[in-house]
């Protein structure tokens, strides 16, 4: 024991005594690290005129074949490109954690699957053309819950999920 307690403190003493090694003054020389860039990503993303919401979503479904469990994180992104043009998106990424049903484990495993991923449920181009006159392209993707689950929903609407879609830039 008095041995191992002697290698033990030896070894303690002679790992402490390590030595640093100081380097001059390098910060006068130039860097390519230092350029000024105006705050912008990439030169040109302001990241003032970006903005994003989150939102996430638990449910359980239980019928007389079985059972489901789903959850929901919804990304709303927005933006604004100038006073006219903005974009925005809403990337869905879903995972169902539990499905049971009456039809086997196949079906079982198959419907978890199924129902998980990542998904581009919305994106949209916005140009005001004047203050009464707009124009909007818009690809959407519904799935089974948007057409069921949001029906009496106050907080969902028809410009993005639970009503993040932020108009105040028109």
Known sequence: MKKIIAILFTLL???NN???QFKGNDDNKPSIFNKSSNNLILGFINPKNFSM???FNVSMLTTGYGNVSLTSYISSMNYKISNKLDVSADV???????ASSGLGSEYSSSLQKNLSGVYLSRASLNYRISENASINFQYRKYDESDYFGNLNNPFFNNSGYNGF???SWR
């Open 13 to 15: 003493i002679f790992s």
């Open 165 to 167: 879609y932020d108009s």
């Open 92 to 98: 869905k990424f879903q995972y169902s954690p539990f």
């Open 53 to 55: 919401r989150h939102s």
């Open 18 to 20: 390590s030595f640093s």
